[in-house]
């Protein structure tokens, strides 16, 4: 198969510069999109049935692509461009880039999307997350366990950093992503309306083995090293505790969220 469109030499192309510009939040904040890199990743969002503007494959490379992935891609109507070595790895963050990346619009989710009238919600709340490998595991996990949502508060990393991006494993393009919502807003929002908002703490009263999470819950994920902010955490109705046996004093935030969610989906029957 050959692409179709046009192919791009220069890394003083234009539309290169653009791409590139993805890779810095402001860039990506300016031109409403972003960047995601790797077959896997190309392969998740074309199976997901997520808006593609653009293919981009190594020109020399379109062997390494999986069987089918361009002619996909080309029937969707999606722009598919051939560009040189060069210009991947001025477009791409990873050090070895693979054959291909894309360029599609930021996710349009709102946070209506989180409130799911027919079944017990399970939203994770991100406050305040700094680490792009943290953010990307706990959308990885949340995906796992068929949560309803995530909603990322202010001052949590962006989603659409390339690290966060590629540590979702393509996750991000499975269940609702809200990014950016005031916390002290969105949590006495959801309380008004039977959500039980729940958050760990070396204080908790109760085990995360304990808590009934059949229930409607927000489950809130604090900050690395701070946990979750004094105002989210006054905004909690239950502070749960992760039971350890061992010398260990916390868990990573990620891991944490992680044997939450899964409990959570215990209780809520695995399916």
């Known amino acids: 198969m050959t692409l179709l469109d046009s192919s791009i030499t220069s890394v003083q192309n234009a539309r290169v510069k653009a791409w590139a510009q993805l890779l810095d939040k402001k860039g990506r904040d300016k031109q409403g999109q972003f960047i995601i890199e790797g077959v896997h990743l190309v392969q998740e969002a074309l199976e997901s049935g997520a808006t593609i ?3 981009v494959v190594a020109d ?3 062997h390494e692509l999986p069987a089918g992935m361009l002619k996909q891609a080309i029937d969707a109507g999606i722009e598919c461009v051939a560009v040189s070595e060069q210009v991947l790895a001025k477009c791409t ?3 070895t880039p693979q054959a291909a990346f894309a ?6 989710w709102a946070q209506e999307s989180l409130m799911d009238p027919a079944a017990p ?8 997350i700094q680490d792009p490998g943290n953010l990307g595991t706990i959308i990885r996990s949340a995906d796992a366990v068929g949560a309803t949502g995530v909603l990322l508060g202010r001052g949590t990393v962006d989603l659409y950093n390339p690290k966060t991006v590629r540590s979702t494993m393509g996750s991000l393009f499975h269940l609702p992503i809200v990014q950016g919502g005031d916390l002290r807003d969105a949590l006495p929002q959801a309380s008004s309306q039977g959500v039980a908002i729940v958050t760990t703490s070396l ?5 995360c083995y304990e808590y009934d999470f059949r229930q409607p819950v927000w489950f809130v994920v604090g900050n690395e090293g ?11 109705t239950e502070h749960i505790l992760i039971p350890m046996q061992g010398r260990a004093e916390s868990l990573n935030a990620a891991m944490a969220a992680t044997v939450v969610l899964f409990e959570a989906m215990r209780q809520r029957g695995v399916r």
Do not use: I, M, N
């Open 60 to 62: 020399d490379r379109q």
């Open 121 to 128: 919600g399970l939203v994770v709340v991100v406050d305040g």
């Open 103 to 108: 360029v599609l619009p930021k996710l349009g």
């Open 93 to 95: 963050d990873t050090l």
């Open 226 to 236: 701070q946990g979750v902010s004094a105002e989210v955490s006054a905004l909690a």
């Open 53 to 55: 503007d653009t293919l």
């Open 203 to 207: 204080q908790g009263k109760r085990s």
